[in-house]
């Protein structure tokens, strides 16, 4: 089993949407890690979280520790949003991430 | 603001052959960790350096070898190419680990192409 399980896999969604994404993760963690990799392979840093939430701009991050589960919020979705969204923690001492799947999202104008 | 960079970005070699790759991580970061994503891939941890000692080391073949260097830059070497390390190879560096923070910030990756 992975230690580390997205959903969707695939996610299409009209412009406008609100788009949820999903990580479920079985092992103790003490931050976690959304990352956004668009076509052509770069990798962004989105968030990072070990609490409650964060925010920035269009994108919302949550966390519940004791549940094992993360959720990555997009209001107002945009063609440009348009990537594979993987959710990601440490999973070595020196930090190094252990990946999920990722969730492939297009969204349609 | 300065970002994490690798090069070449894009490198094809036929089997048997050598290959380097070079990361430069955001100035005072301290740790670099590679990755590597085949196609359709997640990617897999690497190998890990701190302060220019090795940190952690995952599913790295042994035809592989890294280092840090005193400018904290990093070089993963390849030797013996199979067709199967075709792959994009990511490096990403973090802050000072008296930050305690391991929020990785990500190259744009080096695209390797076996032939």
């Known amino acids: 089993k992975n230690e580390v399980e997205q959903s969707p896999q695939n996610l299409t969604a009209q412009e406008g949407e609100f788009i949820t994404i999903n990580c479920s993760y079985s092992v103790g963690i003490s931050a976690l890690h959304w990352l956004q990799q668009h076509p052509g392979g770069g990798i962004v840093s989105l968030f990072m979280l070990s609490s409650g939430k964060k925010k920035h701009g269009r994108l919302i991050a949550t966390i519940n520790i004791q549940e094992k589960h993360s959720s990555l919020h997009i209001t107002a979705s945009h063609p440009r949003d348009s990537a594979v969204y993987i959710c990601?923690?440490?999973?070595?001492?020196?930090?190094?991430?252990?990946f999920g799947k990722g969730t492939k999202l297009s969204v349609k104008p | 603001a300065a970002g994490v960079i690798q090069s070449p970005r894009h490198l094809i070699k036929e089997k048997r052959e050598t290959a380097t790759l070079k990361c430069y991580p955001i100035?005072?970061?301290?740790?670099v960790y590679w990755y590597q994503q085949g196609p359709g891939q997640d990617p897999q941890f690497l190998i890990s350096f701190y302060e220019k000692m090795q940190s952690d080391k995952g599913s790295i073949p042994d035809r592989f070898s890294a280092q840090q260097f005193s400018d904290y830059h990093s070089e993963l070497n390849m030797s013996s190419l199979e067709l199967g390390d075709s792959a994009l190879y990511f490096c990403?560096?973090?802050?000072?680990?008296?930050?305690?923070?391991?929020?990785?910030?990500f190259g744009p990756g080096t695209r390797l192409t076996v032939t």
């Open positions: 990601a923690f440490g999973g070595g001492s020196q930090g190094n991430l252990i």
């Open positions: 990403a560096s973090s802050q000072p680990k008296k930050t305690v923070s391991y929020e990785q910030y």
């Open positions: 100035p005072r970061h301290d740790t």
